[in-house]
């Protein structure tokens, strides 16, 4: 098990930036799957970027693509997530989250260890 802690959400406008961090405590912080998700107002909860354990192979939602980037710190036990050129629709809850399975893809029930949250809006 690992415990994660998000941070760095918070209000920006349109064509901004953010840097969300995502703190793990636990063991083996290498050997997991990284992934962040968002869940806005109403809507389900959706895949935005993972980073593999092996190769540190990185993966994208493709509303994300080109905007977005992933990154791991192994030996800090974080991830991050760069968010450029920011769009209202991003506007949501984001996640972190660790999977140990094997190669997860972007399903939620694949990731078996989540953070609280941290709140990114986006204003026009």
């Known amino acids: 098990q690992v415990q994660l802690v998000e941070s760095g959400g918070g209000l920006v406008q349109a064509g901004g930036s953010l840097r969300l961090s995502c703190a793990a405590s636990?063991?083996?912080?290498?050997?997991?799957?990284m992934a962040w998700f968002r869940q806005a107002p109403g809507k389900e909860r959706e895949f935005v970027a993972r980073i593999r354990n092996i190769g540190s192979f990185t993966y994208y939602a493709d509303s994300v693509k080109g905007r977005f980037t992933i990154a791991r710190d192994n030996a800090k036990s974080s991830v991050y997530l760069q968010m450029n050129s920011l769009k209202p629709e991003d506007t949501a809850v984001y996640y972190c989250?660790?999977?140990?399975?094997?190669?997860?893809?972007?399903?939620?029930?694949?990731?078996?260890?989540w953070g609280q949250g941290t709140q990114v809006t986006v204003s026009t």
């Open positions: 989250a660790a999977s140990s399975a094997f190669a997860p893809r972007g399903f939620v029930h694949e990731y078996d260890n």
């Open positions: 636990g063991r083996s912080f290498s050997s997991y799957t």
